[in-house]
């Protein structure tokens, strides 16, 4: 399994973070320029990697302090994505996760694009939110 982390600190309180997170078409602001073809719902997600895979993403449980996403409809290898939250004072720790069950060769091609995918997610976060 390959685990690829971000973690960010943004100035909000908690709920406003899972407000916004908790709803999948506002996930649509957070991602790069080469995500194509996006149609969403507050729980599930369709769109295109431009030149690459196509994706359906769908929120699989909702907690206070956490929401899981799962890749479904066929991905190109098992996907799980995690935004976990924690306050602290007038701010919000934000860990997101990207879960990946890859081959070797597959890591090696898309270990440094889902670390920059992640990386961007939670800084396109942070101005937001914030």
């Known amino acids: ?32 320029e080469n ?3 996006w149609t ?3 729980d599930e ?3 295109q990697i431009q030149n690459m895979a196509k994706l359906v993403l769908k929120v699989s449980s909702r ?12 991905p190109p290898f098992p996907l799980e994505l995690k ?3 924690k306050e602290a004072s007038a701010q919000t ?3 997101f996760t990207i879960s990946a069950d890859m081959n070797m060769m597959m890591k090696m091609l898309a270990k440094t694009p889902l670390q920059k995918l ?12 914030n």
């Open 1 to 32: 399994m390959t685990v690829i982390e971000s973690k960010v600190l943004i100035d909000a309180p908690e709920a406003s973070v899972y407000n916004f997170l908790d709803d999948l078409n506002n996930h649509q602001q957070l991602m790069p």
């Open 63 to 74: 907690n206070p302090d956490e929401i899981l996403i799962n890749a479904i409809e066929n």
């Open 83 to 85: 935004w976990a939250l």
């Open 35 to 37: 995500i194509i073809g």
């Open 118 to 129: 992640a990386d961007h997610e939670t800084a396109r976060l942070k101005e937001l939110v």
């Open 45 to 47: 997600a369709r769109f």
């Open 93 to 95: 720790e934000v860990m």
């Open 40 to 42: 969403s719902t507050r």
